[in-house]
């Protein structure tokens, strides 16, 4: 870790399974869950690139950044209580805590984003303020109703 204080930020999470399982569509060797967080405001893209993270932007998820860990994401609700993962449909808004840590190609692609998470007592540091329900696409019963 780097001695830059941690951020706050707001956004909206997508491609959220990734928190609960490896993603291992582009490499099959990888070990470690992600949380893909969206939508960032301008404001908290300069308190991001002030840590040496290169935010990223797609138009379908605006300003973002992909945090990864080998501990499994734990959002968490306003209150404390876990929310499950497989309820948690993108655009569900979130606010996190993010450090950021170099690494072998940090000079090349900026300082990886971490979302702080005590190990201690449990405590993370990323909370849902409101959720878009996950609805999995339903196969259409009979095409010929048409």
């Known amino acids: 870790m780097n001695d830059l204080k941690p951020v706050k930020i707001s956004g909206e999470l997508f491609w959220n ?3 609960a399982e490896f ?6 060797g990888n070990d470690r ?5 969206g ?15 290169r935010v990223k932007y797609k138009d379908s998820m605006g300003n973002f950044i992909v945090a990864k860990s080998k501990y499994l994401f734990k959002p968490r609700d306003a209150e404390g209580n876990l929310v499950a993962v497989d309820t948690l449909g993108n655009g569900s808004k979130c606010e996190a805590v993010i450090a950021a840590y170099k690494h072998k190609l940090s ?3 900026g300082n990886a984003p971490t979302i ?5 007592d ?3 540091y990323l ?3 409101e959720i878009k329900t996950y609805i999995p696409d339903s196969k259409q019963e009979d095409d010929d109703t048409l």
Do not use: R
């Open 122 to 124: 449990d405590k993370t």
């Open 39 to 53: 939508n960032i405001p301008d404001n908290d893209v300069v308190k991001l690139t002030g840590l040496g993270i």
């Open 17 to 19: 399974k990734w928190m």
């Open 127 to 129: 909370v849902v303020t």
């Open 33 to 37: 869950y992600e949380c893909t967080i």
């Open 107 to 109: 000079a090349k692609h």
């Open 116 to 120: 702080l998470h005590s190990q201690k």
């Open 23 to 28: 993603n291992k569509a582009f490499n099959e």
